[in-house]
C-alpha cells in the first residue's frame, strides 16, 4: 500500500529562483543611483578645485566599489543564499557580528533610507505641484506604502516594476546627458579641467570621497537576493560587477556633462547641479524635467530597497537568528509577508517622525564597518576553508579586498575623527541590538530551518 502524498498546504514553500543577470543589474543600478549624482558634485566641487581632481575622485570612488563588488562576488558565489552581506558575515565571524549588522538594517540603516527616499519624493513633488509639507509626508509615505504592497505580490510583480524604472531612469539619464553635451563647450570643460588644486592637502580628497561612496551607496543590497537567481553562482558576480561598472561610467559622464555647461566656479556650492546646468543650457522652466528624472530615480531605488531588505531578515529566522514568523513565506507569492510589512510599516513611522534624517546620518556610517568586515571576510575564509568550492574568485587578490578594507577603515576613521558624537551615537544605535541578540541566542535553532539555509546556500 503506497503511502498517501502530502497535502499542497504540508509542501515547504520556498524562495522561486527566478532572477537573472538583467534582473541582478537592474537591481543594482536601481537602487545605487538615487538622488546622489543630481545633488553631490556641488559639494565635492567646493573640495577640488579642477576637473581632473574631481574625475580622478569619482574614477576612485567607482574602482573602490569595483573592489568591494568583486569581493562580495566570491561570497556570493561560496553562499549563494538568500541573505547576501548578514550570511557572509556570520560565515566569517559568527552570529554576533551578523545578528548586529542586520539589527542595524532593520531598525535604521535599509528602513532609514528607504525613509529617506520617500522624503526625497515627496520633496522634489512638490517642485512639480505645490504640496504642503503634511502634503510632502502623505505622498512620501504614500509611495513607500504602494511599493511595499507591490513586493507583497511577490518577487515577478517587484522585479518587473524594478526593470521598467530603472531602463526609464537609463534612458533619462542618457538623454538628460546628451542634452547637456549638445548645449556644452569644449572650452568650458578645458578651462575647467587646469584650475589650479592643492594636491598636497589630502583633506578635500578625504571629504569629496566621502561624498563619491555615499553615492555608491547600494551596489551590494543584490546580493541579499542571491537565494532567487537561477543560476546564482554565475549570476550574483555578473550582477555585482557589471552593475557597479554601470554605474561609475554613468557618473563620469554626467560629470563631465555638468562640467561642459558651467564650469568649476559655477558648480560650486550649489545643491543641485543637475538643476543649475539645466537652468544654464536651457532655461528655468526646463527644471521639471529634471524633477521628473529625479523622482523616476527615486521611485527605482526605493524599490530596489524595499526588496532586498526582507531577504536578510528572512534569512535571520531561517537561522535561528531572528523571529521564527519573518522565515515564513505567502504560500502564493512566495514573499516573506512580514518582513516586508514590518519594513514598510516602520518606514513610514520614520517618515511621520520627521527626525530620522538625523539618526540615519549617525547609522549609515556605521554600515561600512560592516562592509568593511565583509569584504575582509573573503580573506578570512580563503585561510580557513581554503578547499571550499568558490566557483567565483576574485581577480587581484589579495590587492583587490585589501584597497576595499582599507577604504572603509579611512572613513570610518575620518568620521570619528570628524564627528566624534556623530560616529559614537551611530555606534551606540547599533550596539542596542546587544540585548535582542542575547535573546536569540539562547534559543534553539529550528533544524529543519537550518536545512533549508543550507540548500538555499548550495543553490540545491
Known amino acids: 500500500m503506497s503511502r ?31 538622488s546622489g549624482i543630481f545633488l553631490v558634485p556641488g559639494l565635492i566641487a567646493m573640495q577640488l578645485g579642477s576637473l581632473r581632481a574631481v574625475l580622478g575622485v569619482w574614477v576612485c570612488g567607482a574602482v573602490l566599489s569595483v573592489c568591494g ?13 538568500a541573505g547576501g552581506l548578514y550570511i557572509y558575515l556570520r560565515r566569517a565571524y559568527g552570529r554576533g557580528v551578523a545578528f548586529l549588522y542586520g539589527w542595524g ?7 532609514g533610507s528607504i525613509a529617506t527616499l520617500g522624503a526625497g519624493f515627496g520633496l522634489y513633488l512638490s517642485r512639480i505641484t505645490t504640496l504642503s ?18 513586493n507583497l505580490l511577490g518577487l515577478s510583480a517587484a522585479k518587473r516594476f524594478q526593470n521598467v524604472s530603472t531602463a526609464a531612469k537609463i534612458g533619462g539619464l542618457i538623454l538628460f546627458g546628451a542634452l547637456l553635451f549638445w548645449r556644452g563647450h569644449a572650452a568650458t570643460l578645458a578651462s575647467s579641467w587646469h584650475v589650479a588644486t592643492n594636491w598636497a592637502n589630502l583633506l578635500p580628497f578625504g571629504v569629496a570621497m566621502i561624498a563619491v561612496l555615499w553615492a555608491f551607496e547600494g551596489w551590494h543590497v543584490v546580493s541579499f537576493t542571491a537565494g532567487e537567481f537561477k543560476d546564482p553562482a554565475r549570476d550574483l558576480p555578473a550582477s555585482l560587477i557589471g552593475g557597479t561598472v554601470v554605474v561609475g561610467a554613468i557618473y563620469i559622464l554626467l560629470n563631465l556633462a555638468y562640467y561642459g555647461v ?7 556650492g550649489t545643491d543641485s547641479a543637475a538643476a543649475s546646468a539645466t537652468v544654464a543650457a536651457f532655461g528655468s522652466g526646463a527644471t521639471r524635467f529634471v524633477s521628473v528624472l529625479i523622482l523616476v530615480s527615486i ?50 513611522a520614520l517618515i511621520q517622525m520627521g527626525t530620522f534624517q538625523q539618526l540615519l546620518t549617525h547609522v ?56 566624534p558624537s ?39
Open 133 to 150: 509639507a503634511g502634503q510632502q509626508k502623505a505622498a512620501a509615505a504614500g509611495v513607500v506604502l504602494l511599493l511595499t504592497a507591490l
Open 69 to 81: 563588488a568583486l569581493s562580495l562576488a566570491e561570497m556570493g558565489s561560496m553562499f549563494p543564499g
Open 422 to 460: 556623530n560616529a559614537l551615537a551611530g555606534v551606540g544605535l547599533i550596539l542596542l541590538g546587544i540585548p535582542a541578540y542575547f535573546v536569540f541566542a539562547f534559543r534553539q535553532q529550528p533544524k529543519v530551518q537550518l536545512g533549508a539555509v543550507r540548500e538555499e546556500e548550495t543553490g540545491k
Open 4 to 34: 498517501a502524498k502530502p497535502s499542497e498546504r504540508e509542501q515547504p514553500v520556498t524562495l522561486v529562483r527566478a532572477l537573472t543577470v538583467r534582473d541582478g543589474l537592474m537591481i543594482v543600478i536601481g537602487s545605487v543611483i538615487g
Open 299 to 348: 521611485l527605482g531605488a526605493t524599490n530596489g530597497m524595499i526588496l532586498t531588505g526582507p531577504r536578510v531578515y528572512y534569512a535571520m529566522a531561517r537561522e535561528g537568528d531572528f523571529l521564527p514568523a519573518f522565515g515564513k513565506l505567502d504560500r502564493v507569492f512566495h514573499a516573506p509577508s512580514l518582513a516586508i510589512v514590518v519594513q514598510g510599516v516602520w518606514a513610514v
Open 262 to 268: 558651467l564650469g568649476s566656479m559655477q558648480i560650486r
Open 364 to 419: 549609515v556610517f556605521t554600515a561600512w564597518i560592516f562592509y568593511g568586515l565583509a569584504v575582509g571576510g573573503v580573506m578570512i575564509l580563503r585561510r580557513r576553508f581554503p578547499d571550499l568550492a568558490r566557483p567565483f574568485r576574485t581577480p587581484g587578490y589579495p590587492v583587490t579586498p585589501v584597497l576595499f578594507v582599507l577604504a572603509a577603515g579611512a572613513l570610518v576613521l575620518s568620521t570619528f575623527a570628524s564627528q
Open 105 to 111: 538594517l532593520l531598525t535604521m540603516i535599509q528602513t
